[in-house]
């Protein structure tokens, strides 16, 4: 089992910034790849940054491409999405998530293991 801790979400102007974090325990040789996840009201959830935990190529959605950086400190077992010049579409509840197995995917039912989510308001 792989358990995350997701914190970093808040209330934010247009424009804004917000650094999420999360931090991984347990299997963590479980862990292929590390991905974050959004969901708005009436939305399903969609891919919106991920790589792989060796250090790969980060991948991103083409709606948040340039404006949001995915990183990861191995020795705090952690990632991080940095979230810069946000937009009121951002706003989402924000999961974290794990996939145990080769390649990073975009689908959502690719991944073994989800955060609780944390809150991403945008106002504007």
């Known amino acids: 089992q792989v358990q995350l801790d997701e914190s970093g979400g808040g209330l934010v102007q247009a424009g804004g910034s917000l650094r999420l974090s999360c931090a991984a325990s347990g299997g963590i040789a479980r862990i292929y790849t590390m991905a974050w996840f959004r969901q708005a009201p009436g939305k399903e959830r969609e891919f919106v940054a991920g790589l792989t935990w060796s250090g790969g190529m980060p991948r991103y959605a083409d709606s948040v491409k340039d404006r949001f950086t995915i990183s990861r400190d191995i020795t705090k077992n952690t990632v991080y999405l940095q979230m810069n010049t946000l937009k009121p579409e951002d706003t989402a509840v924000y999961y974290c998530?794990?996939?145990?197995?080769?390649?990073?995917?975009?689908?959502?039912?690719?991944?073994?293991?989800w955060g609780q989510g944390t809150q991403v308001t945008v106002s504007s």
């Open positions: 998530a794990v996939r145990s197995t080769f390649a990073l995917v975009v689908r959502s039912t690719g991944y073994d293991y």
